[in-house]
């Protein structure tokens, strides 16, 4: 067929005929009406059934979660963003890890990015958080969502709190130093949160544990400088985790799914763990009691790169529970190649599904190339951080 003028986006869903563009009105029967063994790349591993902890996965495909400046002043989710979530759901993807939300009251402004963030702190954000699971289940009642729970710590510019007193690049001003009591308050935020979720109908949570916010800078020599049980060994290092992971499966059952994002192995040399302590950072986090791990790898797309740190996991990290790739994921073919080599079992994907929700499924139906639309450009992430509202692919 022959591409007249159209754009690349626009060519690849008329190629496809209608079938894919049936976002946004009643349903998706082309694509839910058969299960993906029957499509032209279901024998790949990605589209194989999955589990992590009890939660049944339909693929090995996860929306890595977006903050999509979805909040309203008072830090209620938008209803207008529920239908970014309708559309993940419907575009394929197994899991959705929702944008991160605020384990205490924040408003966009001390928020060091100066955007308002969602929030899970009370009650009375229930109802609407439970729009969004709804949304997701409805779209697709085989899709699962994660609510991601968060304390930005460090990126407050009024209040900013963290593990050490090591001021952190963004914010110039001292952080105070969590104390131990106020470390056990902490958990109990964290809990809370956890038991909103459940309640508002999320199928597990995700705690932030990457970009700088709170429980990195446990994680991290660089900004976790204490000499107390919570620093100096990597057990004292993720000791936090294991005690919000077992408050919040002995409150919410142990087949409750908690999940952590960490930062990864290209973001090292600003964590301060080198390429040797890094597998023995995940194993110590891996039996914290977590379900699976999330490993937010630099977003750059360079080849050369990805294959040096992919031989890292491949040769030195072996794990008990999954371990989910995320960052600069940009074919089919290369994360088919990654799972079919044992690399990670999970691949997640947040700009990307921004420009083309339904990138699962066109993968899925071979449906145009094997990569993406998206060009990683940040345009995106830009947006969000001007502080503007609905993020949309803003690629010119
Ligand atoms: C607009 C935007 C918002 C994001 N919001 C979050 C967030 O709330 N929580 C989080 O852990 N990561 C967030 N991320 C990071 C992504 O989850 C992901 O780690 C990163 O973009 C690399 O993946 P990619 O190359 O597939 O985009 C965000 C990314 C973008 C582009």
Redesign the pocket.
């Known amino acids: 067929m022959e591409n007249k003028g159209f754009s690349r986006r626009e060519f690849i869903k008329v190629a496809a005929g209608s079938a894919v563009v049936t976002l946004g009105s009643g349903g998706c029967a082309f694509f839910s009406e058969c299960k993906a063994k029957n499509k032209p790349r279901g024998n790949y591993k990605v589209f194989s059934k999955g589990k992590i902890g009890s939660l049944d996965l339909k693929n090995h495909i996860v929306k890595?979660?977006?903050?999509?400046?979805a909040t309203n002043d008072d830090c209620s989710f938008m209803s207008e963003g529920l239908g970014m979530y309708k559309e993940w759901s419907r575009g394929g993807a197994g899991l959705i890890?929702?944008?991160?939300m605020t384990v205490v009251p924040q408003s966009g402004k001390n928020f060091v990015f100066n955007h308002n963030l969602t929030c899970i702190h009370d009650d009375k954000f229930i109802p609407q958080l439970s729009k969004m699971a709804r949304v997701v289940h409805d779209a697709d009642s085989d899709c699962k969502i994660l609510a991601?729970i968060?304390h930005i710590g460090m990126d407050s510019t009024t209040e900013p709190v963290s593990a050490s007193s090591v001021p952190w690049p963004f914010v110039k001003k001292q952080p105070h130093v969590l104390s131990v009591s106020e470390i056990l308050e902490l958990e109990d935020l964290y809990l809370a949160a956890a038991k909103r979720a459940k309640a508002a109908g999320f199928d597990g949570i995700?705690l932030?544990g990457?970009?700088s916010f709170l429980l990195n800078t446990f994680l991290t020599p660089f900004s976790n400088k204490r000499t107390d049980q919570y620093g100096g060994s990597m057990k004292n290092m993720v000791r936090i985790v294991r005690e919000m992971t077992d408050k919040i499966k002995s409150s919410l059952g142990s087949d409750f799914p908690v999940l952590i994002?960490v930062n990864g192995f290209a973001k090292l040399p600003f964590d301060g763990i080198d390429a040797d302590a890094f597998p023995r950072f995940l194993h110590e986090l891996s039996g914290t009691g977590l379900d699976a791990i999330?490993i937010?790898?630099d977003?750059d797309?360079d080849e050369a790169k990805r294959r040096v740190r992919h031989t890292m996991y491949d040769e030195k990290v072996s794990l008990s529970i999954p371990l989910i790739m995320?960052?600069?994921?940009?074919s089919v073919e290369d994360v088919e190649r990654l799972s079919q080599q044992g690399t990670a079992e999970y691949f997640?994907?947040?700009?990307?599904?921004?420009r083309e929700p339904d990138l699962p499924n066109r993968w899925l139906e071979k449906v145009g190339d094997a990569g993406c639309e998206?060009i990683?450009c940040?345009a995106?992430?830009e947006?969000?951080l001007e502080g503007r509202k609905l993020?949309t692919c803003q690629e010119i």
């Not at 890595?64 to 400046?69: L, M, Y």
């Not at 890890?97 to 991160?100: A, D, E, F, L």
């Not at 995320?326 to 940009?330: D, I, K, L, P, Q």
Request: hydrophobic share 35%; proline share 0%.
């Open positions: 890595a979660a977006t903050d999509v400046g890890i929702s944008g991160h991601q968060n995700q932030h990457a970009h994002k999330e937010s790898e977003k797309t995320t960052g600069g994921n940009a997640g994907f947040a700009r990307s599904l921004i998206c990683f940040d995106c992430v947006y969000l993020v």
